[in-house]
C-alpha cells in the first residue's frame, strides 16, 4: 500500500453552493481552495483516492453510494437513486465530483476512537474533517478561549507537514473543544507510518462561523 498525497477540508455543508443557497459566495474563497486540494490529489495518483471522515461507527462503505444532502432541504438534481453516504463523507465525495475526479474511490468512516473496519488502498487521501466549533460565542459549542490556540497548533502541524504534532493533538481536550477532526487526523498519523511528508502546503485557515477550517495538503514520500 502506498499513499501518494493527503489532502484536508473541513466538513463545512456550505463547501456545497446548494446547500449555502443565497450566502454561496461569502465561502468561494475556502471552496476554491479546497478544489485545489482536490485537483492536486488528483494529480499524484493513477489508484483510486480513498475519503476519509469522521463517523459515530468506524465502517467502509460500497463504492456505489454517493453523495446527497437531503438532510439539509437540498433533493439532488438530477435525481440519483444510488444508496448515500454520511454527509461529512458525501462532502469530499461531492468535491471530487466538482473537480471532474473520475477514477476510482473509496470511502472510509473513522470512528471516535480512530477505529475502522477496512483495509486501505493505493492511492491518495482526502481527509474531511473540521477544527474545533467554539471560537465564538455563536459557535456550535459557544466560546472556549482555548479553542483558537488549538487550532493554531492544526494549522501549523499541516503547514510544516508535522505528522506526529497532528496525530498527537490532545484527546480530551480535542472533545471538549469539539474538534470534529481529530480523530481522523489520528488514524492518519497511524496510516503514514513510516513515510514522511516531502511537501506541505496550508491553502486556508479561517473560521468563519466560529469552526476552524483547513485547507491543506501534503505530497508523501516513503
Known amino acids: 500500500m502506498s499513499i501518494t498525497s493527503v489532502g484536508f477540508v473541513p466538513a463545512a455543508p456550505l463547501l456545497v ?18 478544489r485545489v486540494v482536490a485537483r492536486r490529489l488528483a494529480a499524484t495518483t493513477d489508484d483510486a483516492i480513498t475519503v476519509v471522515a469522521p463517523v459515530v461507527t468506524g465502517a467502509a462503505w460500497s463504492t456505489d453510494a ?6 439539509f432541504g437540498v433533493p439532488r438534481e438530477p435525481a ?6 454520511p454527509w461529512p463523507i458525501g462532502i469530499g465525495d461531492w468535491l471530487l465530483d466538482d473537480v471532474g475526479w473520475t477514477g476510482r474511490r473509496n470511502y472510509i468512516g473513522v470512528a471516535d476512537d480512530g477505529s475502522v473496519s477496512t483495509d486501505l488502498a493505493a492511492g491518495a487521501l482526502l481527509l474531511v474533517g473540521d477544527g474545533t466549533a467554539r471560537r465564538t460565542e455563536k459557535a456550535p459549542g459557544h466560546l472556549d478561549e482555548r479553542a483558537e490556540a ?3 497548533q492544526i494549522a ?3 503547514r510544516s507537514g508535522d505528522v506526529a504534532a497532528l496525530g498527537g493533538l490532545d484527546t480530551a481536550l480535542a472533545a471538549d473543544l469539539l474538534c470534529a477532526g481529530a480523530p481522523v487526523w489520528r488514524w492518519l498519523s497511524v496510516v503514514i507510518g513510516g513515510d514522511h511528508v516531502a511537501e506541505a502546503d496550508l491553502l486556508s485557515d479561517t473560521a468563519p462561523y466560529g469552526v476552524g477550517y483547513f485547507a491543506g495538503w501534503w505530497r508523501i514520500s516513503p
Open 17 to 34: 453552493p446548494q446547500v449555502a443557497g443565497g450566502s454561496s459566495q461569502l465561502d468561494e474563497e475556502l471552496r476554491e481552495a479546497c
Open 66 to 71: 454517493t453523495w446527497g444532502f437531503e438532510g
Open 80 to 85: 440519483d437513486d444510488r444508496p448515500r453516504l
Open 150 to 152: 488549538f487550532d493554531v
Open 156 to 158: 501549523d502541524a499541516i
